[in-house]
């Protein structure tokens, strides 16, 4: 009996089991609906829909860079707890992710999603035997993969991957000559967290809104309403040279800002270096970690 797409996916959606597992399965089941649930209860495969609901806020961040340096790619993968996220399968599995991004052009997830992953499937249904496997909830959260024209990337990697930088810096120089300060400078970009590479990629919104911050605070301080447009740009300036990665002060040498730090590298080798780009992920930032009660949560399990 030919199986339809159709059933593929409402199977998928009741069991959240891989596109291949569901549609063997109701090869299995003859096309019915239950008895192909029950084929994957049997192999431990619809489990997964019960783990969909836990919050997977850790995880790990990887990068992968090409041998010449002049493509990259990242990638952030979640679980519900950092034991997973030390395990070494799950570790393999991310770092193998970030090669895929590199060695592909999937234009968003769903197209990573859909990449081949070798014996167990596509990425998806790999992901799928892994939750199964691993009894934890797991999502691909993000990738990127980056190939500027005349960039050459580097990376560091913090506390084994809670957090991944890549850095591009654009000039002539080889992979071997950018290595240091492309990491060093993912290293600032690691600690400090800047907001924007320079001034010219600062959001309006954002300066708008710390303008009327500032604006109100210096006349809370008492300064004079014609006064205050003044003192908020001298602010603003200060401030922004905080955010900007360009014109942060190097954390190895007070005395230089990060462009003036990648400069001198340049001329020290004899070509012209400045930081293009960069791409800075942490492990579950943004996402809202639920904290649960123990007890509860022991209570809830035994039930």
């Known amino acids: 009996m030919a199986i339809k797409a159709q059933q593929v996916k409402e199977l998928r959606e009741i069991t959240g089991a891989g596109m291949m597992d569901c549609k063997k399965a109701l090869e299995e089941a003859d096309a019915d609906i239950d008895k192909a649930i029950e084929v994957l209860r049997e192999k431990g495969l619809s489990k997964v829909k019960k783990k969909e609901g836990r919050i997977a806020a850790e995880g790990l961040a990887k990068f992968a860079i090409a041998a010449d340096g002049k493509s990259a790619a990242v990638v952030e993968v979640n679980s519900e707890t950092d034991f997973v996220a030390k395990n070494q399968e799950f570790i393999d599995f991310v770092e193998r992710l970030a090669k895929l991004a590199l060695d592909n052009d999937a234009a968003d997830m769903d197209a990573f999603k859909a ?17 199964s496997k691993i009894g934890e909830n797991m999502n691909i959260r993000r990738f990127e993969k980056v190939a500027e024209p005349g960039v050459v990337y580097s990376g560091y990697l913090h506390n084994q991957g809670k957090i991944a930088v890549l850095v591009g810096i654009q000039t002539e120089a080889a992979v071997e000559e950018v290595a240091a300060v492309g990491k060093d400078v993912a290293m600032q970009v690691a600690s400090m967290k800047p907001e924007f590479l320079d001034e010219s990629q600062v959001d309006q919104a954002y300066l708008d809104h710390e303008k009327e911050i500032l604006k109100q605070e ?70 809202e970690k639920r904290q649960d009660d123990f007890a509860a949560e022991v209570a809830a399990q035994a039930e």
Do not use: H, W
Request: hydrophobic share 35%; glycine share 10%.
């Open 218 to 287: 210096v006349l809370n301080e008492g300064k004079k309403p014609e006064m205050a447009d003044r003192i908020v740009e001298g602010k603003i300036k200060k401030e922004l040279k905080e955010v900007c990665l360009v014109d942060q002060k190097f954390v190895k040498d007070n005395d230089v800002t990060i462009e003036e730090y990648v400069a001198n590298s340049g001329k020290a080798v004899g070509k012209d270096m400045k930081v293009a780009s960069y791409i800075r992920y942490e492990v579950g930032e943004g996402i």
């Open 115 to 131: 990449l081949d992953f070798g014996p167990d499937g596509t990425v998806d249904e790999t992901l799928t035997q892994k939750i």
